[in-house]
């Protein structure tokens, strides 16, 4: 007998559900990671495979993981226990819940340190920093920010507590609202960066650059990285979008919210990639400019075009919101499952975590200065240390191995009853062809990628 309802509470209709998933989705992966990584692998292919990486691997496991959530109504550890025992199998299952959950706080630990870069950028905006900068003076700006740990220090502390306050309340109180202002009002300052964009003289060199191949371009560990950002950006591979699965009402229909959602989020990052390259073009930036590409592009355009002083605030405050109702997700499995194992109350659960991932936070501050150092990944020179390793070994590799597992319990080890019930899309072919991607396109993709990264084919 599945439960009909969370301990935790639920999401009160089917679209807050799609607006705290979409919430989670987009984020700092969309407008700050995906053009940064685009650009450094090279544009249009790397875009052309992370678009096939959504839609052939992230929609399916997307509606695995909500699917599964649905069914267990826990946090992802206890929910995969549960399920294991219900369909039989080894109770090792629920390593994927503790997996995700190791995975969530290293990535809250850096992903708090960048939105705490956008506070920063909020408050520049603001104080009119940005008034006539160019490619030269933006970099004097970011750099200056990079190179001060105290100040980094102080906005990441700012976001852990905005991030802590809001867990601590549930999930639900505030962030369906906020979602609901949120999505729009970025969706039209991400339009008007175009429209800024169309204008600059070399609109045309950043589309081709982000839509027209050249597999040239494009490394082994590039596709590895595309691949990663699929699951990054669409949240999947740890377990948020399995809690968040897991207080969606019993009747609400799972293939639809996911395409929207995947939708939402996909059309987010490109609109961010179509406003930022032709000013990376326009003002002689380099696109493999690495994490700071946003932070150096943008401000030139909203230092140039009138309004910028309202837009560019504006702006920066909503990607920090972006940020904030992605970081929430991150952290929800661990406190759901602290309440549930360890009898916490839920402010305390809430207080606990963020402690902990404002500590690891300190090592990603520190990597952009005095700890920084260089390697070698996919061809790239990566020059931020702990923070680079953090992203890679998360997004490169936690969460396709977190998602590829995920499918092939979906896939193999549910009966082909219960994952039938719980989608509700019936027997048709929609049915089959999710089951077809979900038994081998998305876990055979996943390992051919890494093994074609490893050289072995
Ligand atoms: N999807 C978020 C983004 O694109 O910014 C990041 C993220 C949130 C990744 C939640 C993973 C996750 F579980």
Redesign the pocket.
Known sequence: MTATTSIHGMWSTRFAFILAATG???????IW?FPYIAGENGGGAFVLVYILCVSAIGIPIMMAEILIGRRGRQSPINTMRTLAHEESRHGFWQMIGWGGMIA?FL?ISY?SVIAGWAIAYAFRALGGAFTSLNGETAGDLFGALLGDPERLLAWHTIFMVMTTIVISRGVRSGLEQAVRVLMPALFVLLLLLVGYALTSGKFMAGLEFLFLPDFGALSAGGVVTAMGHAF????LG?G?IMMYGSYLPADASIARSTLIIALMDTMVALLAGMAIFPIVFANGLEPGAGPGLVFLTLPIAFGNMPGGLLFGTLFFVLLVFA?WT?AI??IEPAVAWLVENQGLQRVRASVYVGIVAWLLGIVTIMSFSHWAFSFDFAGEEKKNGVFDLLDILTANFM?PLGGMAMALFAGWFMARASTRDELAIGEGSAYRLWRVLIRYVAPLAVALVFLNAIGLI
């Open positions: 989670s989705a987009v984020g700092l992966g969309n990671k969530g990535i992903y990054f950006t669409l949240s740890m948020a940020a992605s997700s991150l969460l």
